[in-house]
């Protein structure tokens, strides 16, 4: 699981930040996932290593235009490009509504499948090796944040251990491996978990656009490994963040905090904390960090890999 921040701006761009977007990567199955299409999106894409042509699920948050105006772009590419197989977008309702307008209205026909799914909180998608749910959040108008859970596997399979007890390969490895006990024609009996290495816990990621705190937000970060928060405004303009339902850095960082997770991702900053700024982003690091201290702040084109325990890597793409 690799994370590529495409946007880590909040309401408008600026010239190192474009607007809310952020992509996992799932090497193992060559998919992309989309998490929110601000305007620009597909841009961002072509500067980073991610391919278009993974491109499978698209999770949308709400519906407000830093969001969204960049999604109508991208699907039309994917169509124009004639290298996505099928896209599947999640969203609240009225997301159908919009790609079915902004298609009639502009003349765009896609060349391949297009499903779009009204979430409602609770499991939304899931496959033998994820699980995606979502959970409504505190915000202006109806939104969502979602959470990926990859599952667990069992560890890996001892093949020399598994010779010298003179288990005969085929159809009885592939038994073993996934810790079934199996009785060989001898009649011994082989439990599958004597052969196989600790199990290894999948990973989690949440991601939580746009809130005030909220539980919502807390029971979907739960025991996460990365949890991707919004912090729009620095704790003085607390006021602010109450008025315009957005996060503050100490709000972000009491959410992770709170769901006991491993590492808090902070995004969707305001314009306003520019350098020569009375309060400047490195302000709203200090913030987060001395409540959560395991916070990092995302910016575009960086990229994050979910590790399975220890290994944590952080990364800028060159453009």
Not at 181 to 202: H, K, Q
């Amino acid at each position: 699981m690799q994370i590529t921040f495409l946007g880590t701006s909040s309401g408008v761009p600026t010239r190192g930040r474009n607007v809310s977007s952020v992509a996992l990567r799932l090497p193992q199955r060559a998919e992309l996932w989309l998490f929110d299409c601000g305007e620009g999106t597909q841009h961002q894409i072509l500067r980073s290593d991610l391919k278009i042509s993974q491109l499978s699920r698209i999770f949308i948050t709400h519906m407000h235009g830093d969001h969204i105006f960049g999604l109508m772009g991208l699907l039309a590419s994917c169509g124009l490009a004639g290298n996505v197989d099928r896209v599947d977008i999640y969203g609240p309702a009225g997301l159908n509504d919009y790609i079915q307008t902004a298609s009639r209205y502009s003349h765009t026909h896609f060349s391949y499948p297009i499903k779009v799914h009204t979430v409602r909180p609770g499991v939304i998608y899931e496959d033998e090796e994820f699980t995606v749910s979502c959970n409504a959040l505190h915000h202006r108008i109806t939104a969502f944040g979602y959470r990926v859970a990859e599952k667990d596997r069992s560890g890996r399979f001892d093949v020399e251990k598994a010779k010298a007890l003179q288990i005969p390969p085929g159809r009885i490895y592939g038994q073993l491996k996934r810790g079934e006990t199996v009785t060989l024609a001898d009649g011994r009996v082989i439990n599958g978990a004597d052969l196989c290495g600790p199990t290894e816990i999948g990973r989690k990621m949440a991601y939580c656009t746009d809130t005030v705190y909220c539980e919502g937000a807390v029971a979907l970060a739960q025991d996460a490994d990365v949890l991707i928060h919004e912090a729009t405004f620095a704790h003085q303009d607390a006021d602010m963040a109450f008025q315009r339902l957005h996060s503050t850095t100490t709000m972000a960082a009491q959410t992770a905090l709170a769901a006991g997770v491993r590492r808090l991702l902070m995004t969707h900053f305001s314009p306003r904390y520019a350098p020569g700024n009375p309060i400047e982003l490195k302000d709203l690091l200090q913030e987060a960090r001395a409540i959560f201290p395991h916070t990092d702040m995302a910016h575009d084109f960086m990229i994050y890999d979910v590790p399975r325990r220890r290994e944590v890597t952080l990364s800028k793409v060159s453009v």
